[in-house]
């Protein structure tokens, strides 16, 4: 299910392309799938008989073809995750609360792979301001209304490499670093169009 949606969600973003020419902006949205070094959030559902998870990770970005290929921006990260997990053999739950709240400035350097310069890869860098802040409690009996809440705050430099696939208007890609494994689509204002 999930697959499909994804499918549907993406194709209409595949059908034409754009070039990132000087003057060309990036504006776009990109998700967690998987947690790396930085955030404890992602984009997650997972409801059991035993445990649930959910959690929404957002990442607004925009960025400036500076020069062709050449993208420096800025991103925003929002993030919440709540996990309930059971204590085995008691009518207690133990309950984790993330928040994520980060501001990075970046610059990508893409590599055209294909001649029709639709594909290209690319290598990121970045330096990510990130707060996380963790809540625990308990709920049920005999611990019930025990919470400890805790609080970080890290400056970190970090590198990625991703995939993209543009469109006339449209790009998505899909990146790994030190942030995690991220989704993104992107809208593309041509140079000269306000």
């Given at each position: ?24 902006k990036?504006a ?123 609080s ?8 990625a ?32 169009k306000?």
């Amino acid at each position: 299910m999930k697959k499909r949606l994804l499918v549907l969600f993406v194709f209409p973003f595949l059908l034409t392309k754009a070039q990132l020419v000087k003057g060309t902006k990036l504006a776009g949205l990109q998700t967690n799938l998987i947690l790396g070094d930085i955030y404890a959030t992602n984009l997650t559902l997972d409801v059991g008989s035993y445990s649930s998870e959910y959690g929404i990770n957002l990442v607004p970005t925009f960025g400036w073809v500076i020069k062709e290929n050449w993208v420096v921006g800025g991103q925003a990260n929002f993030g919440f995750l709540r996990e309930k997990i059971p204590f085995i053999g008691a009518n207690i739950n133990g309950i984790y609360t993330y928040n994520d709240l980060g501001l990075a400035p970046f610059t990508r350097l893409y590599l055209d792979i294909t001649k029709n310069k639709k594909w290209k890869a690319y290598s990121m860098a970045s330096v990510e301001l990130a707060t996380v802040k963790t809540r625990y409690s308990i709920k049920g009996n005999p611990q019930a209304g025990m919470v400890s809440t805790t609080s970080n705050t890290d400056l970190k430099g970090g590198l990625a490499v991703g995939f993209a696939y543009f469109g006339k208007s449209t790009s998505i890609d899909l990146n790994a670093g030190l942030t995690g494994l991220r989704l993104g689509v992107y809208r593309i204002i041509k140079a000269g169009k306000k």
